[in-house]
């Protein structure tokens, strides 16, 4: 593999760009725009108490909110000084003080009347805490104490009967490293993370197609590319900073194009408050929008590559790259019989997109020397979402779209150091440096001394579903070892997951706050656990970005209202492990967090490097700055592979919507407000396209029912810019909607899609008692959001 090295960051263009402004209007009045002035004051005042450690921050650790990987204020991508409402919303969990005890230790009751926005405000956990069976309160335990039921509990269970599963919530590498290393020495491999429910198919899909799963670029290729494609992905509204990176590509000259079944405002317009002549003027973000079915997206790239093929019967050469495939790509004959075998009629009826539109698209990518491919959950949190990814690597790799600068594909990352998990080996299907699979199992046995369980762990939905296994199945979990996370408002079936988090006999909650899983019951007790925010740890922290930057963060002195008992995630696992086996606790020993970053470098080679990372500012970019780099991929043959993938049929039937989840004014599942700032929608607005509501005979702003076998959610409807049968909700209150236990074939991520029939709420309310009984109905009629 290539190993050219990043440049560093380049300078930006400062002169002014009027052809890409919104409007004269100087920002933006009158319009549905976030108010990012109002919005950067209100945070201020809002850690006014701790002012000077909420500065030190923003001004000196990497951001634990995306995956842009912006170190105090900078990136490796523009100069100058970045800063988003995205890392100023989630700045007040690194600064707030404790929870008033009087609230804490109130009745069970009284906390579950709180939402988790309303319990995130109410402060951080102070001390480790208890509610057994039967108590109606929180009470007070010792550290020693807490962990050493966690640890009598292990004990007892069979490692089959516990499971490990930690969230993208500002946890560094360290940690992830070692509470993977420590899973496996308790002999679990039931260890998850926070990807498996985001971007684990764009693991799965890159690693059989190019052979690696990251990115392959950087977000300085979108700079001077002629095309940057947008899959599924609200870049603007996930990663603020990234509007940055497309007003400077379109400088350059790159054409921006957006495939969605909404037209996302902020993938149209943004002002952007750090820029500011964008935030005078606003910029055009996207020049094009391919307004997609939800679940077209296979049909679709059908349809460019099969316009491809027929380019190539008048003249050869003329969309594929024939000198890259045959230098560098498998499997061509192969898909171009199966892409000619879909007919145009099968690939609009799939896509929603006009042969014609395809076309156009088709051909400006076929007219193009270089092309950056991103994206994010429209194409992951699918059934099919391998194929889907593997089907975008079939365009770079027909094209040669790889390997080189202005090219590549690339996962666009929501979160700080998700990337960084599954390289550390916090996964059932790997360890660090490669798979849970042959050699790389006996080279992690050398190096960490002890033999690894030879069993595979399960996947989160998948160890959820087992704590309701009968009580003598080997599977059955017994305790969940949580760190943060809600998976009642990131799973799907929300009512199903409370009754498995009821069901275990101990579960765990490592966490900075408390959220409304932390207060189900459970058969014996909830241990909850107060952890450091990745800016207390001591000896600072790395975190992998999505383009492979491995910053380090330092630890951050000053905290006025510092909570005196919680302490570093890595180093609470590794107590947890001395317990349970004292007698080989010397194999899980690190001394502090260099020695951790020294073992990673060995575990994982392409984080060495990581060892030499120790002050703030200090950065390396694992892999170089492009995989695959002159098209020779890190497969066992070097060449990438192209791979044949059928249409999927979604189901629909007749009258039925296809509904998706979308993001409003949150961080994942933590929502900032009630409002969504981009487009007016409330939390229970149903998105729906104005002609599909005149013929449901819905006016704007009407009570709707959604239902099908799976759940009822009722909102009201909002007419939007949406392609035709298709409807969006918010996550996580659409969840109710969802399926359980239905995940993709590959990476087993759940699927957050699916059919429902829409209805006026007052006509289902007169129909329920005689059609409806069968379904749940709880709260029907109280009001949404009530």
């Known amino acids: 593999m290539g190993q050219t090295k990043h440049n560093g960051p380049i300078k930006k263009i400062k002169k002014p760009a009027p052809e890409h402004w919104v409007s004269p209007i100087p920002f933006g009045l009158g319009k549905v725009k976030p108010k990012h002035i109002r919005d950067t004051v209100k945070v201020a005042w809002d850690n006014k108490d701790n002012l000077s450690y909420a500065k030190n921050i923003i001004t000196k650790g990497v951001c634990d ?61 102070p001390y480790p805490m208890i509610r057994r069976k039967g108590e109606r309160k929180f009470s007070r335990l010792t550290w020693d104490e807490a962990i050493d039921m966690v640890a009598d509990k292990m004990k007892q269970l069979d490692p089959k009967q516990y499971s490990f599963y930690l969230t993208s919530r500002g946890i560094t590498n360290e940690s992830y490293y070692v509470a993977g290393k420590v899973s496996r020495f308790l002999g679990t491999n039931h260890i998850d993370n926070a990807s498996r429910i985001c971007h684990s198919p764009s693991k799965t899909a890159l690693k059989r197609s190019v052979g690696v799963g990251a990115s392959t670029a950087n977000y300085q290729d979108w700079i001077g590319t002629d095309v940057l494609l947008f899959w599924g992905s609200v870049a603007s509204n996930s990663s603020p900073v990234s509007t940055k990176y497309m007003l400077e590509a379109k400088k350059k000259g790159t054409k921006i194009v957006v495939i969605n079944p909404y037209r996302e405002p902020s993938m149209d317009k943004y002002w952007i408050p750090s820029n500011t002549e964008s935030a005078l003027f606003g910029t055009k973000i996207a020049d094009d929008f391919y307004q997609i079915n939800i679940g077209g997206d296979i049909a679709f790239m059908h349809g460019i590559m099969k316009h491809w093929f027929d380019l190539e019967e008048i003249k050869h050469g003329s969309a594929v790259n024939h000198e890259f495939v045959k230098k560098h790509v498998n499997g061509f004959d192969e898909l171009k019989a199966s892409v000619q075998a879909h007919s145009w009629e099968q690939i609009t009826k799939s896509s929603g997109v006009t042969q014609e539109r395809i076309i156009e698209l088709s051909e400006l990518l076929a007219n193009s020397k270089n092309a950056v491919f991103a994206w994010a959950l429209g194409l992951t949190m699918h059934s099919f979402a391998t194929d889907n990814i593997s089907q975008v690597a079939n365009l770079a790799l027909l094209r040669g779209f790889l390997g080189r600068k202005y090219n590549g594909l690339m996962p666009f990352r929501g ?9 550390m080996g916090a996964d059932p299907f790997v360890l660090p440096g490669g798979d849970f699979k042959g050699d790389n199992i006996n080279r992690i046995e050398d190096l960490w001394g002890f033999e690894l369980p030879r069993w595979q762990g399960d996947v989160v939905g998948v160890t959820l579903e087992n704590i309701l296994l009968p009580e003598d199945h080997e599977r059955k979990i017994k305790l969940y070892y949580l760190s943060g996370g809600n998976f009642l408002e990131t799973m799907p079936d929300p009512d199903y997951v409370e009754k498995a988090l009821s069901e275990l006999e101990i579960r765990v909650h490592q966490d900075i706050i408390l959220n409304t899983s932390t207060l189900v019951d459970a058969k014996e007790a909830v241990i909850v656990l107060p952890a450091k925010t990745r800016y207390e740890q001591e000896g600072g922290g790395t975190s992998t970005s999505t383009e492979r930057m491995v910053y380090f963060s330092p630890q951050i002195e000053g905290n006025k209202n510092k909570i005196e008992e919680a302490r570093t995630e890595w180093k609470i696992y590794i107590d947890l492990a001395k317990r349970v086996k004292p007698d080989k606790s010397h194999l899980v020993e690190f001394r502090d967090a260099q020695e951790v970053r020294e073992e990673i470098a060995q575990a994982n080679s392409n984080y060495d490097g990581v060892q030499h990372l120790n002050k703030q500012g200090d950065v390396f970019q694992w892999g170089g700055a492009w995989l695959c780099e002159g098209g020779v991929c890190p497969t066992p043959d070097g060449r990438g592979n192209l791979i044949p993938v059928e249409i999927p049929d979604l189901e629909k039937k007749p009258g039925d919507f296809y509904l998706t989840t979308r993001r409003g004014k949150q961080f994942n599942s933590m929502i900032y407000k009630e409002t969504d700032p981009l487009n007016g929608a409330e939390r229970y607005d149903v998105l729906l396209n104005s002609e599909d509501a005149r013929s449901l005979r819905v006016q704007d702003g009407e009570a709707v029912v959604l239902h099908n076998s799976y759940g009822i959610f009722q909102g009201q409807a909002r007419f939007a810019d949406i392609a035709r049968g298709n409807v969006g909700v918010h996550f996580p209150e659409g969840n109710f909607l969802l399926p359980k236990g239905r995940y993709e074939r590959f990476a087993k991520i759940p699927d957050y899609n699916v059919g429902v029939k829409i209805e006026k709420a007052e006509k289902f309310n007169a129909r329920k008692d005689t059609q409806y009984l069968e379904k749940r109905v709880d709260d029907l009629e109280d009001t949404p959001g009530a």
């Not at 970045?82 to 929870?99: D, E, F, G, K, Q």
């Not at 979160?415 to 390289?423: A, C, K």
């Open 65 to 125: 909110g995306c995956a842009l990987g912006v170190s105090g204020l900078y990136d490796q991508t523009l100069t100058g000084p970045h800063i988003c409402t995205t890392r100023l919303n989630v700045l007040r969990l690194n600064t707030m003080p404790a929870i008033e005890e009087t609230i804490l230790h109130s009745d069970i009751d009284e906390l579950r009347k709180f939402t988790s926005t309303e319990l995130r405000q109410l402060g951080r956990i």
């Open 415 to 423: 979160h700080s150091s998700v990337q960084g998990s599954g390289e």
